[in-house]
């Protein structure tokens, strides 16, 4: 069964896509190209401001999966599911991973952490 990672984030402030292409150099000076994926690749950054909780919650998460290691599923919300603001999402849930094998947080007053985690699409 997968994980789910349904942590409140406070924004998705860069959203991207990508693509997987080959290029090679031929004899007679022109290229090849291959494209070695068949859908593009999205990748999100997301920022929490979490209390001491909250973030040991999402560090455990982070742990179980072993950093960039196993996909879990996630779900770019299209609005807050409290305050009903607009989140800039689509609402459909994607397979992602964590794009890099180590989380850091910066300690703020009262026990609040500020962070990101950077999502990545698998599959395509």
Do not use: C
């Not at 910066?106 to 699409?121: C, I, K, M, N, S």
């Amino acid at each position: 069964m997968t994980a789910t990672f349904n942590y409140q984030y406070k924004r998705a402030y860069q959203v991207s896509t990508q693509w997987n292409t080959i290029i090679d150099d031929v004899y007679s000076g022109g290229e090849q190209r291959r494209n070695m994926w068949s859908n593009a690749r999205r990748k999100w950054v997301l920022e929490f401001d979490k209390n001491h909780t909250d973030s040991n919650a999402i560090m455990a998460f982070f742990n179980a999966r072993k950093g960039r290691y196993e996909a879990f599923n996630w779900t770019w919300q299209d609005n807050h599911p409290v305050t009903g603001e607009n989140m800039g999402g689509d609402g459909v849930q994607y397979t992602v991973r964590f794009d890099q094998d180590e989380l850091n947080f910066e300690h703020l007053a009262l026990g609040y952490r500020t962070f990101q985690v950077t999502l990545v699409e698998v599959g395509g």
